[in-house]
């Protein structure tokens, strides 16, 4: 499956901001779908995951804060990203795997867009 994330932008801290990810392909409603965030220098981060079932899962730093949504009928995964804090300032990459054991493992996935960068300013 092809992936484009899109939605990165510059905001305030406590701002929202809604990112999108299109897939191609007729099978997305059997992948999972993650979004990972990377910063320079540090390796690559496991955001938050909905599951082909409709399971989601987040990172312990941004529950409560970011939903993630999938919508199967129009090829679509969202993250809803709100009050935003400097430290989430990466760029965000989703990725998709079917039948994923580890979802927080970049490994697990074999698709990935090609990042969408999000800043948040102090």
């Known amino acids: 499956v092809q992936l484009q994330a899109s939605g990165g932008g510059l905001v305030q801290t406590g701002d929202s901001l809604r990112l999108s990810c299109a897939a191609s392909g007729r099978t997305f409603g059997s992948y999972d779908m993650t979004w990972f965030r990377q910063v320079p220098g540090k390796e690559r981060e496991f955001v938050a995951t909905v599951k082909s079932g409709g399971a989601t899962y987040y990172v312990d730093s941004v529950k409560g804060r970011f939903t993630i949504s999938r919508d199967n009928p129009k090829n679509m995964v969202f993250l809803q990203m709100n009050s935003l804090l400097p430290e989430d300032t990466a760029v965000y990459y989703c990725?998709?795997?079917?039948?994923?054991?580890?979802?927080?493992?970049?490994?697990?996935?074999?698709?990935w867009g090609q990042g969408t960068l999000v800043t948040v300013s102090s």
């Open positions: 990725a998709a795997g079917r039948g994923v054991s580890w979802h927080r493992l970049p490994s697990s996935y074999d698709d």
